[in-house]
């Protein structure tokens, strides 16, 4: 796929993260850019085609656009841009007394989302990617990494759609129109691999990294889950038997947390201690 070739004169920077930088049109409020930080060639390429392979299917996401290459060489996407959207951690935190309700419909677009089924030969098996993630994680010992590898194995498998990371700011709405974002890492597998994003985000996350990343307190972020929980696992299970089911895979996000910090976090290991003992 040939990049279209575009001046960065045209956008206004609007946010960033890990792996870039995020743009709005100066003249085109239709339009905004997804742009990679410079060295990074085959990843926009990838989520590109990927986010095209995702929108046919049908999950509610913003269409994708163009992949393109600015005069400096860095690469990136557009996408056709939501106008007026709100993501469900920036409306809690602006309104936190409506947390029920953005829990609920957050939760709901999720059950929707684990439920549509996916052409296994197309996309990846979320198994794969954590089987993966394993194998270059240099902090685990192979006895460690050989254990955690037997309950990744033993999960049961599901041929339904995975976010990847399937954080409340991942999601986005305007008026009845809800949309995912960030779709990178799109997959197939077992829903508990995604939905332990949310708890994690939610309840196992630090004070200091909530405020700064949703906005809220931390007493906010996991009331949030409190109300999510039931409406996603069914208002009939406990509260503590629905956690002692995710954290586990929770703790499997230590093996993403760890790549991107290059250090051990034990923190977020805590979470795996049933696994690993």
């Not at 001046?7 to 960033?16: E, M, R």
């Not at 007026?84 to 947390?99: L, Q």
């Not at 002692?244 to 979470?271: H, N, W």
Request: glycine share 6%.
């Amino acid at each position: 796929m040939e990049a279209l070739k575009i001046s960065l004169d045209d956008y206004i920077l609007s946010g960033g993260g890990a792996n870039g930088e995020s743009f709005d049109h100066k003249t085109d409020p239709s339009v905004m850019l997804k742009l990679y930080f410079p060295g990074k060639i085959q990843q926009p390429l990838d989520e590109m085609k990927l986010a095209r392979k995702v929108y046919d299917l049908g999950i509610p996401t913003p269409e994708p656009g163009e992949y393109v290459v600015t005069e400096d060489g860095r690469y990136g996407i557009r996408f056709h841009r939501i106008i007026g959207k709100k993501s469900y951690s920036r409306a809690t935190a602006d309104s936190p007394e409506k947390v029920a309700f953005y829990a609920e419909d957050f939760a709901k677009m999720c059950l929707r989302l684990h439920q549509t089924h996916v052409d296994t030969a197309v996309f990846e098996n979320v198994k794969d990617r954590y089987y993966r993630l394993l194998e270059e994680n240099p902090f685990f010992t192979k006895e460690e990494k050989d254990k955690i590898g037997k309950f990744i194995a033993d999960v049961p498998d599901e041929d339904t759609a995975v976010h990847g990371d399937l954080q409340y700011s991942n999601a986005i709405f305007v008026g009845d129109q809800k949309y995912f974002i960030d779709l990178g890492d799109f997959c197939y597998g077992n829903h508990l691999f995604d939905v332990a994003m949310v708890y994690l985000c939610t309840c196992l996350d630090g004070e200091d990294f909530i405020k700064e990343t949703f906005h809220m307190s931390k007493a906010l972020a996991i009331e949030f889950w409190r109300q999510f929980a039931p409406v996603y696992f069914g208002a009939d299970r406990p509260l503590v038997d629905i956690e002692e089911e995710i954290r586990p895979f929770a703790g499997l996000k230590t093996l993403i947390i760890e790549r991107d910090m290059r250090r051990p976090m034990p923190e977020f290991r805590a979470a795996l201690e049933n696994v690993l003992k």
